[in-house]
C-alpha cells in the first residue's frame, strides 16, 4: 500500500491562480467546515478560546513580499494545500500503509483508521500540507474533497472541492492535469504554471500560475490641444469645441 | 503485486435537509445554504442561485457556524447589578426587562422624546428602526453611517444620485481598466472579489491606488502608492491633464450633466446658483438657436461654451479651475506621493481606454426627452472606492472629485464604467430632507435623515443651535446624512447641545473598537455627576455576544444569532440589488435559539406596543404585530408598498402589490431572497433612459419618473456658501463661516486634510484596514477566525524601519496629539514610506467575548483607536473643532498623525485595561466536534 | 525540528542498546549467569526503553502493530521489524548466557548482524527525509552507528575499541556538524524555489497564514541560538568521546569507571542528538520565513 501505484492517467488536482488570489481565506475556512463534517475525524481546535489557539487546517494561505530588481515590493498571497505529489514521499515513509496515493486518480489520502500518528509523513511532505490532528491523533491533510468530487448526492455542479466552490476570486480550479485538453491543463500551458520546490523531485500535480508582469512604464502623457498660456482658456475652448 | 488500497465511500450521505437563508457576517449579505444534519447545523455554503454572490462565500461566511454556537452568546436579559464597567449582571425575565424599559421611555415620550437618543451599528433593518424612532417621537437617530463612509455615500448622491458603497458597482463584464481608491475590502465584499477575479482572468487591467499593498492592491497589475488624503489633488491632476488634451466626453457632459448650465454672475443672493426658467429648470443655451432653453427640451443640444449675458457655463468655471498650474502634475507630485510623470502616465491610460477603446452596444434606447439612440456607447474605464477616501477630513470633495473624473470622461451609467443598482440612480432632490420637529407624546414630524438642499433643512432649533444630539445637519456638518454616531457619546456626555436621558444602542462596540478616543469613551460612560448618578442617565444596550459594550449598558436586550431570526434586507434602505436587477432578501429562522434570547426587531415592536407608539398598536391598544416577520409581512410604508418587494399580492406582483400571507414561504421557496430583472433597453443610462424610469416607477422605486442631470456643479453646496457669505436669513455662527467657504466648494477641490496641521510634529500618517477575514470586533469569538487574526502587528515601512534600527521581534511606542500605545511591529516594503498601518478591530479588551484574560487578543493585540480623538488638537482660538469632515461629519479615522519610537520587545500591548466580568460561563477548552459541541 | 525527548530518548538509548546487543551477540564479551543476566538486561532494557519511548510520541500507539507493515518501503516500518528480530534472535543468546553458560554463536552473529541494521534503519528513518538536508546525508547513519558502537563498546568495557571508535565519534562528530552546516543551502531550496516567486524577485514573508502556531511549526521549525549550538557543540564532543575515553584511560578499569564513562558518553549523546534535531532545519520553514 505504501508504494506508490503505478501512474494513473487521470491526475487529478488544484491550479492556483496567484495573479488573482486576494488572500482573503474563504477557502481556508470552507475547507475547515467540509472537513470538519465529512471525511475522517473532525478537525480539532485546541485551547480554542485560550491564549494559544491551535487547530487542524488542510488548507492555509500565506502572504509574501517580492522584491523585484526595479519598482516597489509586490505582494502575493499564497494558498497552499496539498499537491498530491506524483512521487509522493509522504506515502512512502508511512510505516502503516495509511498513507496511500489512489490508483484510479492521484489523490493522497490518509486512511484514519490505519495511522498511528508517527508524524513522519508530516516530516517527509516539503510542503507544511499535513498536520497532525492534535485531538485524534491521526494525520490530516487535503483530500481534494474526494468526498465531494464523486458524490452522487450532491448535483453535479457541485462536484468540486469545496475551496473552489467558494473562492470568490476564481482563483482555484479543479481538473484532471493528467489530461493536456483538460480546462486546467490549457490554463497551465498558457499561463506557464509551475511547481514547487521542483528540486526535491516530488512532482506536485497542483500547478500554480505565477502573477503577471506588474507596475509597467507609466504611458507616453497626452498631449495638450492647445496652449493654454498662450491662447488662454478661451482659445483653448475654441479648439475643444470647434470639432464637437 | 497489485496495488490495494482501501475501499472508499465516495458518496456519502452530505445533510438531510438544505435551508437557505442570508448571511450576516458583513454588510455584504450573500444567500448562504445550511446544511443541517440531525437538526444542527452541519456546513454553510454560497448559494448558487443567489444575485450577490452566486455561490461563492468569504471566510467568515463559510465559518458561520462557530458564530452560532461561540461561547461568547448572551443568554438571558442582563440587568446590571455592579457598577458600569464591572461586567457585572443578573440574569432576568423577558417581562422584567421589558417593564425596566417601557418605564424608563414612557415619561420620557410624553414630556421630553429627545432625551431618547437611539443609534445603531451595523444594523440591517434602518427602515424598520428609523420608523420605530420617528413614531417615538426623538429627532436622535441615525445608524452607523457617520462612521463609515457618509463621504462617499453624500458625494455620490449629491454629484450623480448614487454612489459606490454596495449601491453601484462596475460593469465587471465589460470594463477594461478597473481603478481602486482606498479599498481593503467594502461592504460589497465578494462582488468585489468575483468582480477583479473576472476581470483579471479576462486580462483586463487593475490599478490599485492605496498607501499600502495589500489584498485587492496586492493583485492590482499597477500600483500607485499614493500618501493618505492626498486622493483628491492627483484626482484634480488627472482631471487637468484631460481637460488640457480634450479628453473628456463633450456629448455626455453637455446631454446628461449640469455642465452646460449657467452659473449667474450677478453679485447677490443668487450669485453662483444655476439660471433657470420659471417652472425651476435649468436653463441651458441650445446651440441649434443659441438661445437659453430649458435642459430637458426636446432635440436641445446645450452649449458647453456659451456665454449669456455675461453668465458662463459651469463646463467654462470648472476648465478655468482645473486647467491651473495649481493642478499640474509636477506641482503636486510631492504631497500625493507619486511621481509626476507617473500621474501624467495615468491619466494617459484613463483616455486611451475611454476614448481609443470605447465600446458599443447595438441596444436602441430612448432618452427622457423624447429622443431615441440606436447604441449604447461605452467608456470602459471603472472605478470603485471607499473609506481610504471617504474617512478622511477632504474626503466628501475627494468624493465628489472622483465622480467627476468619471463623470468628465463619459463612464457612469455607459457600458464598461459604473452602474447604478436600484433603488439607485435617485437624485438628491428625490431624498427628503431631514426632520427634527419634537413634540412630546407624538410623532416626529418626517424622517430623520435626508440631503438638505440649502441652509433651510438644517436641523436647527429656533435657537439656531442644533436639534440633534449628534450635531449633524448643524452649520457644524451641514450635510451629514448619516448622522454622527461616533459624537453621540462625547455630546451626551458633555450635555451639548443638551443632555438626554436614555441612550438606546443596538449593534455598536462604542465602548471599544467604534468610538475614537476609546478609553475617554469609557470614562464618559462611568462618569457620575455631583449627584452621585451617571451623567449618561440610563444605558440600554442591543447585543447578541459578550462584547466590550455589554459592561457599560444597564439594561441588555440579548440577539438571537443571524440563523435564529427573521431579519427583512429591504429595498426601503440597503437591498441586495445588483445593477440589473432589483432584489431584496431575508433572514428567516433555520435554528431555534437554545437560549432566553429574541430577535431584537421583535422586542421593538412589543417594546412600541407597550408604548402605545402609532403604528405599532391597534385602536384598541393591542399590539399590531405579533413579532417581526409579522411586520415584515403586513407593514405597509405606502399603499402597495412594504418590506419586502417580492412575492406581493398573489405571489406574482414584485414591488407593488396587496400584503401576500404566504410571502416569508415563498421567498424560503426561493432561496430566501426575491429579484427583478431590469428589462434590456434599461441597462445603461438609467438617469435618462425613459425604459429604467418607467420600470422603476412600476416596481414602485419611485411614484413617477425621475429623470435628472448629473451636478459637476452642486447648487446646494453654493448655497452653503452663499449663507456664509451673509446672504439669506440662516446665518452660520462667525466661526464657522470661513470654513463653510472653503469645505462648501460648489466644484470639487483639494484642502489638506486637518490632520496635516500636526504634521510638523506627527510625520507620520496611521492607517488600519479591514482584514478579510473578520469582521470588526465580532470575528473575534470565532474559533477559527482568531487563529488567522488573533493579533496584530503594526506594520511599518522600509524606510522607518531603516531610520528607527527596528528589527524582527521589536516594539515600538506610538505617539499622537493624542495619546500613546505600545505595540509590537513587523516590516512591509509595499507601503507608502511615510505610512504606518494594522488591522482594524483585533485587539481586544481582557474579559470580553468569552475569551481567557490571557488572549493574544488582549496581551499582544491593539487599537489605534486610543490615539484618536472624536477633536482636533486645541488651536488655541478657545474651540474644539470636530475630528470629522465640515461637510458631512463623517469621522475622519484616517487622518491621524503620529510619531514613532523604538522600544524593546514587551509582553503586554499598552494600553491595558483591567478584567472585565464575563456575562457568559467559560468557554469550553477545546473545540472537537465543529458545531455539534 | 522540535527535539522531542521522546525521540531524543527512542534513538539515544535504542541505539546504546542495539550497539551493546551487537558486542554480545558477537561474543565480544562473553557474561554468564547472573551476570549475563544483568548485562543482557542491561541491553535490552536500553533497548526496549527507547523503543517503548518512540512510541509516546505516537498519535495512536495502540495501533502500533501497523507499523510492520510496510517494510517494503518504509525506513520505520524496517526498523520495527529488524528491532524486533534483533531482540527475538539475541533471546535465546541471552537465555543461554544465563542459563547454559555460553551464548550462542550461530544466533549471536545474525543477532548482532541484525542489531547493527536495526541502528542503521533507525537512521535511515531520518537520512532518508530530502526535506531535512542535514540528515538527508551520509554522516547520519555513520554517526547513529558509530554511536551505537562507541557505547556499547564503553558498556562492554573494551577499554582499546572504546577509545578507538571515542576518536573515530569525535572526528565524524566534527565532521558532522561543519558538513552539516552546509547542507541546507547546497540542497537549494529557498523561499524563491519554495514560492516559485523568484523569477520575480527577493522573496520574504510577509504574514503567516496564522498568527498562532500550528501542528507544523511546533514540530519542524525550531530555531536555536548559535551561540548555544556552539555551546551545545562543544559538550556534545567532549562528553560523547573526549572525556570518555580520558576516563577509560585514566581511571582504573572497573565497573565503576564503566558506568562513569557510560555516563559521561550519555550525557554528550543527549546533547549531540537534542542538538541533531534542533538544528535540522526542515524546508517546511521556508514557508514561515524561518531561514
Ligand atoms: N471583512 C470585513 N469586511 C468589512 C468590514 C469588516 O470589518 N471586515 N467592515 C465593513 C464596514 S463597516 C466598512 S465601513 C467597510 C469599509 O471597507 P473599506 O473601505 O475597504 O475600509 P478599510 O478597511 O478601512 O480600508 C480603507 C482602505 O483605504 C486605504 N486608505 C487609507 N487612507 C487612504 C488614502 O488617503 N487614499 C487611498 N487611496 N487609500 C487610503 C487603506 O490603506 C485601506 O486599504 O468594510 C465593510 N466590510
Ligand atoms: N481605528 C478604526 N476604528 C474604526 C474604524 C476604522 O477604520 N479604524 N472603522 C469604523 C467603522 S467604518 C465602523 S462601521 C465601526 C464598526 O464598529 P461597530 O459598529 O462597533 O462594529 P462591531 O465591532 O462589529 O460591533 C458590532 C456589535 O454588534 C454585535 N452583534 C453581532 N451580531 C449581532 C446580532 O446579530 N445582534 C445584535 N444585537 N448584535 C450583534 C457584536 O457583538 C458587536 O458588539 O468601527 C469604526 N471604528
Ligand atoms: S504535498 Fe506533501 S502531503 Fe501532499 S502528496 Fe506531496 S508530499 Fe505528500
Ligand atoms: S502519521 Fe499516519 S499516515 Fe503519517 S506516516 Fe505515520 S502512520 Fe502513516
Ligand atoms: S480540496 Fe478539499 S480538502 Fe483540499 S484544500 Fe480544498 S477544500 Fe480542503
Ligand atoms: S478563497 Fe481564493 S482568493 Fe481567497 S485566499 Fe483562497 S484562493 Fe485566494
Ligand atoms: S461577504 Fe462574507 S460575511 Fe459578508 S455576507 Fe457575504 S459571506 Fe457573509
Ligand atoms: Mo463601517
Known sequence: MTELPPKSKKKLGLVIDLDICVGCHACVTSCKGWNTENYGVPLSDMDAYGADPSGTFLNRVHSFEVQPPAGPAQTIHFPKSCLHCEDAPCVTVCPTGASYKRAEDGIVLVNESACIGCGLCAWACPYGARELDQAAGVMKKCTLCVDRIYNQNLPEVDRVPACVRTCPANARHFGDLGDPDSAVSVMVAERGGMDLMPELGTKPINKYLPPRLKDRPAAKPVTAIADIEATGIAGWLDRLLEKF | ?933 | MHPAPSVIVFTVLSGLGFGFLAYLGLGLIAPTGLNAFLIYGLAYGFAVIGLAASTFHLGNPQRAWRAFTQWRTSWLSREGWTSVITLLVMAPVALMAIFVGFPSATLGYPGAAMALITVFCTSMIYAQLKTVPRWNHWTTPALFMAFALTGGAILSGMTDLAVALCVILAVLLVVGYALGDGRFVQRGSTMETATGLGRIGKVRLFEPPHTGTNYLMREMIHLVGRKHAARLRVISILFAAVLPALALLVLPASIATIGFAVALHLIGAFAARWLFFAEAEHVVGLYYGAR
Open chain 2, 1 to 933: 503485486m497489485t496495488y490495494r488500497q482501501p475501499v472508499l465511500d465516495t458518496s456519502p450521505h452530505v445533510s438531510d435537509e438544505v435551508r437557505k437563508t442570508t448571511c450576516y457576517m458583513c454588510a455584504c449579505r450573500c444567500g448562504i445554504n445550511v446544511h443541517m444534519k440531525g437538526g444542527k447545523v452541519a456546513y454553510i455554503e454560497g448559494n448558487r442561485d443567489h444575485p450577490v454572490n452566486k455561490g461563492v462565500l468569504c471566510a467568515k461566511g463559510s465559518s458561520g457556524i462557530m458564530q452560532v454556537t461561540a461561547p461568547s452568546r448572551l443568554r438571558a436579559p442582563l440587568k446590571r447589578v455592579g457598577p458600569r464597567g464591572s461586567g457585572e449582571f443578573q440574569e432576568i425575565s423577558w417581562e422584567e426587562a421589558m417593564t425596566i424599559a417601557t418605564d424608563w421611555l414612557a415619561p420620557l415620550r410624553k414630556t421630553a422624546p429627545e432625551k431618547l437618543a437611539f443609534f445603531t451599528g451595523r444594523d440591517q433593518s434602518q427602515s424598520f428602526t428609523s420608523w420605530w424612532a420617528q413614531s417615538y417621537g426623538t429627532p436622535n437617530y441615525a445608524a452607523h453611517g457617520g462612521f463609515c463612509s457618509v463621504n462617499m455615500a453624500a458625494g455620490g448622491i449629491y454629484t450623480m444620485g448614487g454612489a459606490f458603497w454596495e449601491f453601484g458597482q462596475p460593469d465587471w463584464d465589460h470594463t477594461k481598466l478597473f481603478i481602486l481608491f482606498g479599498v481593503a475590502e467594502d461592504h460589497d465584499s465578494n462582488p468585489i472579489k468575483m468582480g477583479i477575479g473576472k476581470i483579471k482572468t479576462r486580462g483586463a487591467k487593475v490599478v490599485g491606488i492605496n498607501p499600502i499593498r495589500s489584498g485587492y492592491n496586492a493583485v492590482a497589475d499597477d500600483w500607485y502608492g499614493v500618501t493618505p488624503g492626498a486622493d483628491g489633488l492627483m484626482i484634480l491632476a488627472i482631471i487637468h491633464e484631460l481637460l488640457k488634451a480634450g479628453k473628456v466626453d463633450l456629448d455626455y457632459l453637455a446631454m446628461w450633466t449640469n455642465s452646460a448650465g449657467l452659473v449667474n454672475s450677478e453679485e447677490g443672493p443668487e450669485k453662483g446658483l444655476l439660471l433657470r426658467d420659471s417652472d425651476g429648470k435649468m436653463l441651458v443655451i441650445d446651440r441649434t438657436t443659441g438661445q437659453p432653453a430649458p435642459f430637458d427640451q426636446k432635440g436641445v443640444r446645450p452649449d458647453l461654451g456659451a456665454v449669456w449675458q455675461g453668465h458662463r457655463t459651469v463646463f467654462q468655471h470648472m476648465a478655468e479651475k482645473y486647467l491651473s498650474p495649481d493642478y499640474a502634475p509636477e506641482k503636486v507630485a510631492a504631497r500625493v506621493g507619486i511621481a509626476a510623470e507617473r500621474i501624467k502616465g495615468l491619466a494617459a491610460e484613463i483616455a486611451r481606454v475611454a476614448f481609443d477603446e470605447a465600446i458599443e452596444l447595438q441596444q436602441p434606447w430612448t432618452d427622457f426627452r423624447g429622443e431615441r439612440h440606436e447604441t449604447m456607447v461605452g467608456r470602459p474605464v471603472s472605478m470603485h472606492s471607499m473609506r481610504g477616501i471617504s474617512a478622511h477630513s477632504n474626503g466628501f470633495q475627494t468624493a465628489r472629485a472622483l465622480h467627476v473624473l468619471q463623470i468628465l470622461i463619459g463612464s457612469v451609467e455607459t457600458p464598461g464604467g459604473f452602474r447604478f443598482k436600484p433603488p439607485y440612480p435617485k437624485p438628491f432632490d428625490a431624498h427628503p430632507v431631514p426632520h427634527c420637529k419634537v413634540t412630546p407624546g407624538a410623532p416626529l414630524d418626517g424622517p430623520h435623515l435626508g440631503y438638505p438642499r440649502g441652509p433651510e433643512n438644517l436641523a436647527l432649533k429656533e435657537d439656531g443651535s442644533p436639534a440633534r444630539i449628534d450635531k449633524a445637519f448643524s452649520w457644524e456638518n451641514p450635510l451629514s446624512a448619516h448622522g454622527l454616531m461616533h459624537m453621540v457619546i462625547s455630546n451626551a456626555h458633555a450635555g451639548v447641545p443638551y443632555k438626554i436621558d436614555t441612550l438606546l444602542l443596538y449593534m455598536a462596540n462604542m465602548a471599544w473598537n467604534s468610538t475614537m478616543n476609546t478609553r475617554q469613551v469609557i470614562e464618559m460612560l462611568t462618569d457620575k455627576g455631583e449627584d452621585g448618578e451617571y451623567v449618561i442617565p440610563r444605558i440600554i444596550y442591543s447585543d447578541a455576544y459578550s462584547s466590550e459594550m455589554v459592561a457599560y449598558a444597564d439594561l441588555i436586550l440579548p440577539d438571537t444569532t443571524y440563523l435564529e431570526r427573521h431579519d427583512c434586507i429591504s429595498l426601503l434602505d440597503r437591498p441586495i440589488c445588483e445593477a440589473d436587477g432589483a432584489a431584496d432578501a431575508i433572514r428567516w429562522p433555520v435554528i431555534e435559539p437554545d437560549r432566553d434570547v429574541r430577535g431584537f426587531q421583535s422586542v421593538m415592536l412589543d417594546l412600541g406596543a407597550r408604548l402605545g407608539l402609532p403604528g405599532m398598536v391597534k385602536d384598541d391598544g393591542t399590539p399590531k404585530y405579533a413579532d417581526y416577520a409579522d411586520y415584515i409581512v403586513n407593514h405597509e410604508r405606502r399603499p402597495g408598498v412594504g418590506p419586502l418587494a417580492g412575492f406581493r399580492g398573489n405571489g406574482d406582483s414584485f414591488g407593488r402589490g396587496a400584503v401576500n400571507p404566504d410571502q416569508l414561504k415563498r421567498y424560503i421557496d426561493n432561496g430566501g431572497f426575491a429579484i427583478n430583472h431590469v428589462p434590456h433597453e434599461a441597462q445603461y443610462y438609467k438617469p435618462w433612459n425613459a425604459g429604467y424610469q418607467d420600470w422603476a416607477v412600476s416596481i414602485g422605486l419611485y411614484d413617477k419618473p425621475l429623470p435628472y442631470l448629473f451636478s459637476v456643479y452642486s447648487e446646494p453646496m453654493r448655497r452653503f456658501q452663499l449663507a456664509a457669505e451673509g446672504h439669506g436669513t440662516r446665518q452660520p455662527p462667525e466661526h464657522l463661516r470661513a470654513q463653510l467657504k472653503m469645505a462648501m466648494d460648489p466644484l470639487p477641490a483639494w484642502y489638506a486634510p486637518f490632520g496635516d496641521a500636526e504634521a510638523a510634529e506627527y510625520p507620520i500618517h496611521a492607517l488600519t484596514q479591514r482584514p478579510m477575514a473578520m469582521y470588526h470586533s465580532w470575528g473575534t469569538q470565532n474559533a477559527w477566525l482568531r487563529q488567522i487574526h488573533g493579533r496584530n502587528p503594526l506594520y511599518l515601512p522600509t524606510a522607518i524601519w531603516k531610520q528607527h534600527g527596528f528589527s524582527d521581534g521589536d516594539w515600538a511606542r506610538v505617539t499622537s496629539p493624542h495619546g500613546n500605545i505600545t505595540v509590537p511591529v513587523a516590516l512591509m516594503a509595499g507601503l507608502n514610506e511615510h505610512t504606518i498601518w494594522t488591522w482594524n478591530a483585533i485587539g481586544k479588551r481582557k474579559g470580553a467575548w468569552a475569551l481567557d484574560a490571557d488572549a493574544p487578543e488582549a496581551t499582544k493585540g491593539f487599537l489605534l483607536n486610543h490615539l484618536i480623538h472624536e477633536l482636533l488638537p486645541p488651536k488655541g482660538d478657545g474651540l474644539r473643532w470636530a475630528n470629522s469632515d465640515p461637510v458631512t461629519g463623517q469621522a475622519a479615522w484616517f487622518d491621524l498623525r503620529v510619531k514613532i519610537e523604538r522600544v524593546e520587545p514587551q509582553e503586554q500591548t499598552l494600553p491595558d485595561f483591567p478584567v472585565i466580568k464575563s456575562p457568559v460561563p467559560k468557554a469550553p477548552r477545546n473545540r472537537l466536534w465543529g458545531g455539534e459541541k
